[in-house]
């Protein structure tokens, strides 16, 4: 594989607790191994950094909760990385302080999110989160503070026990930090998980408010100014003062279909029409990368109709028109006539096809159908 690739995953797995909605892969506690993982970390980026262009476009650094590793191997870790242009780093609220703020803009970060999920007390002990709401705050400013110029907020709705006015407050307490970007998600609790077991009867009187509560964030955030760009995600439209595009250029990749490299447990890769995860398993990570090896991986092989499949999906869950050069198979063009007689898709000149507003709203029912 040759270096092309110009996005890279990183996952930084060490939380201070797990939270009970949460599916991602995490560690908690063991800090004494921030050191060991680093180091794995960039053996295995030693491995696999043969695929990466010069310089990348993006560099993610993701968890877990990545502010919560070491100060002197977060350091480290950032220093040995290549350079890109756009850098994120997520961060909780309650492990953001002056000195974590400076280290993160000395060493090049340029984009912070941060998850600050409620500004409802009792929804963020629903959550099991540890920060309060004026940790976010505080956590924003000090941010700020250290010149980070690019930030974004993650919200969550359908939450239990939450209710419209709920949203409408945690819309407006974001509003008033003036982020450059927020992400706002509907809650998706794993079953099984004991958070399910915990909220079941409430999650499900939730999931039949998910459209009311989706449609009432897109119009409170693009009523604010901020541009509806992806599904879940918002950017600040430019302004006379301000001309720069704040998307997130590592999110686009993933929704444009582009090629990226992930290191650490768990993560996924996707290259030149292979996809594979990570071990999630800390202990046989580190010992393969002492020894030199790559570690073990879950391979799936991406034949030409899923990956024009996963194009035509993730595609449209944007606000930009999807080029169907070479997609032509993956669409049903049948359904694609019938939805678009609905007002739901409109095709352009250029060969282009894009969901209408309303469209958007229904979001993935539109695109299943439009699937071969």
């Known amino acids: ?3 092309g690739v110009r996005h890279l995953y990183v996952h930084l797995p060490f939380c201070a607790s797990r939270c009970g909605y949460c599916d991602f892969v995490t560690v908690v506690g063991l800090q004494g191994q921030h050191g060991a993982y680093v180091t794995a970390l960039l053996a295995e980026l030693e491995l696999e950094g043969g695929v990466l262009a010069a310089p990348l476009e993006s560099v993610f650094l993701g968890g877990g909760t990545p502010t919560l590793t070491a100060p002197g191997e977060l350091e480290r870790l950032l220093h040995a990385l290549p350079p890109a242009e756009e850098i994120t780093v997520e961060a909780n609220p309650e492990t953001v302080t ?7 803009r000395e060493c090049g970060v340029t984009r912070v999110s941060l998850g600050a999920q409620s500004f409802q007390p009792r929804l963020l002990e629903v959550l099991e989160r540890r920060a309060r709401p004026d940790d976010v705050r505080r956590a924003f400013w000090t941010l700020r503070g250290a010149g980070l110029d690019n930030l974004s907020l993650d919200l ?27 992400s706002c ?11 399910t077991h915990a909220h079941g009867a409430e999650l499900a009187r939730q999931a039949e408010a998910m459209e009311s509560y989706f449609e009432r964030v ?4 693009t009523e604010s100014g901020y541009r509806w760009y992806e599904t879940a995600n918002f950017c600040r439209s430019p302004s006379l003062a301000d001309r720069r595009d704040l998307r997130s250029r590592h999110n686009l990749a993933y929704w444009r279909g582009r090629d990226y490299l992930g290191l650490g447990i768990g993560a996924v890769s996707t290259i030149e029409g292979q996809r594979w995860r990570t071990t999630p398993r800390l202990a046989r990570y580190l010992a393969a990368l002492a020894a030199g090896e790559q570690p073990e991986r879950e391979l799936e092989a991406l034949p030409a109709p899923v990956q024009q499949s996963e194009r035509v999906l993730l595609g449209l869950r944007l606000d930009e028109p999807l080029l169907l050069d070479g997609l032509d198979d ?3 063009a049948e359904a694609l006539e019938r939805l678009e007689r609905l007002g739901l898709v409109e095709r352009a000149a250029g060969g282009t096809l894009a969901l209408t507003e309303r469209g958007r709203f229904l979001g993935g029912g539109v695109t299943a159908e439009l699937l071969a």
């Open 156 to 182: 969550i709705y359908g939450i239990p026990e939450q209710s419209p006015c709920d949203l409408d407050a945690d819309l407006d307490e974001a509003l008033a930090l003036k982020p450059e970007h927020l």
């Open 185 to 195: 998600y509907e809650l998706e609790a794993k079953p099984g998980t004991r958070f």
């Open 218 to 221: 897109v119009a409170r955030l």
């Open 1 to 3: 594989m040759s270096g």
């Open 330 to 332: 993956a669409v049903d």
């Open 98 to 104: 002056p000195e974590l703020a400076a280290l993160l």
